[in-house]
């Protein structure tokens, strides 16, 4: 039995909520609106001022918002979305749903993000089809280059969406990570920067891409006269006009959002005196490798590699000190689906399958103490002595 037994759990990622978070929610709770309220566009503002963007529509789920955005690219049956190997399905799937192919490219193991090289030549063999999304992701909060990504997308004639999930407050110098793609995707899952319980965005400086985004979002009708296309009848009247879905996120979610925002430069600031901590007393240490650094990294992950052949020891030897590792993530292609619906086979994206297959994710989130992390690092170190 290990000495530690009372010491708390440490899951890999966990929310932050304070009473002004509660009292938010329970202002909404009081109120008209329960949803299609103030709070959303608050929250939408809040975001978009934050990270520099002209735009924010926000959605029921990060997923939801990729979903969008895919749909606002134009990606449509027989279109390719050009995507990292390593990523959560999300990423392809909200390609899949609009009736296009995931185009995976393995990524740069320096960066863990979509390799440059990898992309352009996937581009490239894929001469004549139509590639409409270019989605590299930001991962674990690393932002992605975004300059070379634009200039391929723009080489090609696809839009740049930007799968910010694990980089809200994420900077490329003075710049926020939301300014630079044509549309920049958020996600609000608990454990990622800011919470809205399930929730996500997607900021643009297009206000073309922003108007799209709200009708996909809201089952594609209209009600102001002047977005009619045919003649408008009176205030009773609404017209659909695309295929839309009912994506829109609550106003109590949204008053949770907006009130999460007050503190997000504090979250992303805690996560990276975390990950320097794990840094500091990590850094000479045998057998683990720490993930890439960044100035401007915003750590929703620190995914640390250990021999693949010991992973699963040291997993269950960490879990059962009551350090919530995580594995993120299974690579794309290997996955069940889209083997079956795309043919992807092992071997196709060796950089993708090096990592997942000695990752595993140490817990990072604000509520933590530098103590925590110091347990943490000291039971990884004391496995990894016993090997
Ligand atoms: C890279 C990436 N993209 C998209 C998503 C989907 O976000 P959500 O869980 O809010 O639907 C996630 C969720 O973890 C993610 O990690």
Known sequence: MPDDINKKYLPYGHQSINEDDIAAVVDVLRGDWLTNGPSVEKFERAVADYVGASHAVSFSSGTAALHGAMSAAGVSPGDYALVPAMTFAATANAAVYCGGRPLPADISPETLCLDKNAAASAAASLAGASVRAVAPVSFAGYPVDIEFFRELAERIGAALIEDAAHAL?????????????????????????????????????????????????????VKSPEEFIRPYEGAWDNDMIE?????????????????QMTRLGKFVARRAEIAAIYRRELADTGGVSLPPDHEGHSYHLFPVTVSANRRKEIFGALRSFGVGVQVHYVPLHLHTYYRREFGFREGDFPNAEAFAAGTMSLPIYPGMTDDDAIFVSDKLKEILGKL
């Open 169 to 221: 407050g994420a900077r490329r110098g003075s710049r926020f990570v939301g300014q630079d793609a044509d549309m920049t995707v958020f996600s609000f899952h608990p454990v990622k920067h800011i919470t809205t319980a399930e929730g996500g965005m997607v900021v643009t400086n297009s206000a073309s891409y922003a108007n799209s985004l709200r009708l996909f979002r809201s089952h594609g009708i």
């Open 243 to 259: 295929l839309g879905y009912n994506y829109r996120l609550s106003d109590m979610a949204s008053a949770l959002g907006a009130s």
